[in-house]
């Protein structure tokens, strides 16, 4: 669980009053969304562009700007000065998902009328209520319009239902290793996350913020899931059957049943360091709105969703990622070019897997950096399926 | 946990005097091997074949012969009279692992010397154990050479390992949906099983045989490796994002946690089936096993390995496995033709992931009855690379 934020960020607390109204139905407040800038804004307001987190993300994208360069940003590869999202040009914008736990409300804040968190009595809440908040906090700043949004993997689907929620708010956007919705199979690996959470003893239904974290649990969700952010052959390549040398104190207790392999060892300190930082209420609830998020609603079509996007599209994915497959993201590209919609896509030839998107990785960031200039110039013309 | 084993079983212990030694230099005993056949041995005693079963199977390979025909055999569809495993012709035997938990002596067994189950005291043991306790199996019955050995999954590790230790002893094997080694992705998928299993406050170290069971842990495991015998497309097809109806009372207390999607209350039942049949500690030594096995030791080269071999070998696959993929076969198959063995491979078309090989298939019948028909009329030719 997070202590303390690392850097400065700036809040915006809205709803006081409860009239921010869930997809569901219920009103909630007041909500506050902890989120950082980069870069300044310029007069006509028109170089504001919004960066959205992962699932475990958070608002600090960059370091560029930190005082002592302390905390790393989580795409550092690929914001920065003179970098492809240039914060000299650009007025970068990043914000934690409401209901996350870094920063903005969530199931670990405290509900003003108890005086204790939320835990589980914190509302159900979907994709479509995360993109409202992040709408809020643009109205806040003054934007009319963003001149990009982008986000990666559960920000790609932030992306996506941005552009089906608010057309008009922006120019561009960006999705990347994403899709518009999960595979059947996603689903059953975020939900053996889930299950070693609700097992885990100090669960407590969720109200545990006063005695010990879940944090078994937590870390087998995390090792699970992050089994499958990486290629069988990444995995392979970096660990093979390379065996454990340096096995830590507290693994002895588990003998035999310790990490042996490279690979275990790598797992068990991903979970460990998991814990430290991300609250497991955060966890069950994004998941589960990941989970559920659907852009077709289940009901229309999903080219009939399309025909609702305006802003220029560019749709990236990566050959190695098996979570968020490319044939995933096709569908939408389809979608978008069945409607006549500006649409380019790219897919990134890597062995990384779904993680490639957070990796320094030269064509992805050609890829975003000939986009975006493209679209300054204002000479770019409609590419479907561009190949690199 | 097994509370009674519901088809006639044979029993043979041996090692009273704890002559047998393990790969580690343990010596350990009594061994139980729990065991049946089906069919009759001939008089030359030229007619056994060996089914070995995968991680969390049993004996009970056919229901052909119970009297009321009660328990279905999980090979039904390969194994009966006037099937491609035919019982007419071959005397079938099919028995317990070693260390498993279904009339073999395994953690779960009471250890002599203190009355007490052995728990976490049970030895270390390899694949190369759980064969040698097979061939004194095997010696017992007085069958010198095997007709055929065959196996699925880590069932096909174990038939590769007969190979390497045994040559003289068999005839014939078919390995089917297996590798010589595991890799690195499915060592770390039942990492996390593991790890769920030891973060069960139950597990109790191992010692949960006179208290409450670990199931939850148990039940987690079996969940995050039943996704990877499932091909995405198959799980895909057969739960989309179809929402489940039926919750039990059992799951309610876990609200908007508990399983929405069909694919999670899937999940939630064959974890809830696994543990009435199934002991943690079993799972924990079998899947060690199997994740440290390796036909090269890691020492010496595949093909130097293969060299080994006498048997005719045929080596199946199933296009969708990605567990154990076809192209991890494909490895063996190099490697057998390289030193001029006699190997088939046949990749079979199907869409159902690492599980084809349990499920009914006329293309595995097929393969599998003409391989043996060949072998019976002596009139079969040398062929590789095989494809149907």
Known sequence: MPKKIPYSMKYFTFSEDKSFVLESGEKFGPITVGYETFGELNKKKNNALLVIHALTGDSHATSQYDPDNATPGWWDALIGKGKSI?????????????????????PSSINPETGQPYGLKFPIFTVGDMVDVQKRLI????????????????????????NYKYPDSMENSIVIASAHKSSTQVIAFYEVGRNAILADPNFNNGDYYQSTFPERG????????????????????KFGRDINE???????????????FQVESYLRHQGRKFVLRFDANSYLYLTKAMDMYDLTRGKIKLSD??????????????????????????????ALMNKDKDVTYVNIESPYGHDSFLMDNADLERVVSSFLKEKKTGGREKKNNEKI
């Open 86 to 106: 240039d914060t000299e040009k650009y007025f970068v914008i990043c914000a934690n998902y409401f209901g996350g736990c870094m920063g903005s409300t969530g």
């Open 218 to 237: 937590l870390a087998i969700a995390r090792m699970v899931a992050h089994i499958t952010y990486l290629s069988k052959d990444s995995i392979q390549t």
């Open 246 to 260: 340096n096995i830590l104190e507290s693994d002895l207790m588990y003998g035999f049943f310790g990490p042996m």
């Open 305 to 334: 969703a399309a025909l609702k996007f305006k802003s220029k599209i560019l749709i990236i994915t990566f050959t190695s990622d098996w979570h968020y497959s490319p044939q995933e993201s096709w569908e939408i590209v389809k």
């Open 139 to 162: 109205d806040h700043l003054g934007i009319t319009k963003l001149h990009t949004i982008i986000g990666g993997s559960l920000g790609g689907m932030l992306v996506l239902e941005w």
